[in-house]
Structure formats: C-alpha cells, structure tokens
C-alpha cells in the first residue's frame, strides 16, 4: 500500500487561473480531508469528504470547493486563484475518526 | 475558539538533554490532543495521540486539562529527532476536523 498520495507534486498558475487537485486514499480508507498549509504555518483545515458528501468545512471561501468519488478519491478546486492561496495542500484520508494519514502534498504556487 | 499555540517556532537542544516542546489549547468540550511530527523530506505522521497514553520514540505527553496544556517531553534527545513538531486538537462526536499549532522545529545539537 503507498499510502495516501496526491499529484501533482508541484504546480504554477497565474492569478484568476483555476486549478484541480488530486487525491487518494490510502487502501480502505474512506474519509478524505483537504488541509492548506502556507508557509510558516500549521496545516488548516478547508473541508472533509465523507460518502461523496461534504461533512465538514473549516473558514474558506467558496472558490475552495470538492469532490470525492464512488472509489474514494477526492479533487479540491480552487476558483479565481489569489496570490494568497500559494502553499502546500496536505489531503488526509481515515477510516476511524481522529486516525487521519496524510499524504506528500501538491505545492501550487500562485503567480 | 477553538485554538492550538506552540510558543516556539525553533527549539535547540543538546543531545542527550531532556526536550519539552510547549502546547496549550483552546476548546470548549473535552478535544482528543495529537501530536503530529515531519522529518526532513517525510509526509507529516502521528507520532501519539492523548487517549493512547502510549510512549513512541521515547516522546511521552500528558494532558493537563486545568492547565488547558499537553507538552511533548522526552528524558534524553537523540539526533534523529530533529524534526518539525505540530501540536493539534480535534473535536469528538464526529468533529474530527484537526486544529493544528504552527508547529516548532526542534533541532537537536550534536
């Protein structure tokens, strides 16, 4: 099993520019949590998937947006990117709540 | 409001000291504690969580629910653990969403 694992590792876009991020579990998890992590910072929580269902969301606007499919894998989107949303997006997938294993991270950098 | 604060961003300590890395939390109910560690290059890991009580690596922590703290202590640093350490809370009842410190880097003096 490799773990969670997310892709892509690293990408550029430009202000306005929307992107997808991609995420999957680890093998039998069924839960996905999406963190941003800016630099300097702890990870914070923008929302969880749960039965292709968003069940919780931390305070990010709604450019910040999800989805997760049948097989468990998740994308976040991101909408009309700021400069500010430059960081590493950390995914986490659980079976049991609290035991949550994080994956490498995509660093997106906003230009 | 629900908040995590690690007063140092950058701990140094001499092989073979004792370490304490600093936690105190804000939260109305009873949270589950976690400290979460990130060795140069590795993916953010568990390192114990408070309702474990276990000891991993030597690290143990002890939550103080007057105090609102849970303090990472180990009696004797090792070189390999310099790494980046993140205290963080989440709720219970199905509000598992973690709530994580900024974190602080411990770097262990040979």
């Known amino acids: 099993d490799a773990g969670v694992t997310q892709s892509p590792t690293h990408l550029i876009k430009t202000r306005g520019q929307q992107v997808t991020l991609r995420c999957s579990p680890k093998?039998?998890?069924?839960?996905v949590s999406w963190y941003q992590q800016a630099l300097g910072q702890g990870p914070q929580f923008i929302f969880q998937?749960?039965?292709?269902?968003?069940?919780q969301r931390g305070n990010f606007p709604d450019r910040f947006s999800g989805h997760q499919f049948p097989n468990y894998s998740s994308e976040l989107n991101v909408n009309a990117l700021l400069l500010g949303d430059s960081a590493l997006y950390l995914c986490a997938s659980s079976l049991t709540v609290n035991e949550q294993f994080f994956g490498p991270g995509t660093r997106l950098t906003v230009l | 409001a629900q908040r995590v604060t690690q007063p140092e961003k950058l701990l140094s300590v001499f092989k073979g000291a004792p370490v304490e890395l600093k936690c105190n939390y804000s939260y109305s109910g009873s949270p589950e504690l976690f400290w979460y560690v990130q060795y140069s290059r590795q993916r953010l890991q568990l390192l114990l969580r408070h309702i474990s009580r276990e000891s991993i690596k030597g690290f143990t922590a002890d939550l103080n629910k007057g105090e609102t703290s849970f303090h990472l202590k180990k009696p004797f640093a090792q070189e390999e653990d310099s790494a980046m350490y993140y205290c963080a809370l989440s709720g219970r009842g199905g509000d598992d969403k973690i709530i994580f410190g900024k974190g602080t880097r411990l770097h262990i003096l040979p």
């Open positions: 093998s039998g998890h069924d839960t």
């Open positions: 998937y749960y039965e292709e269902e968003e069940r």
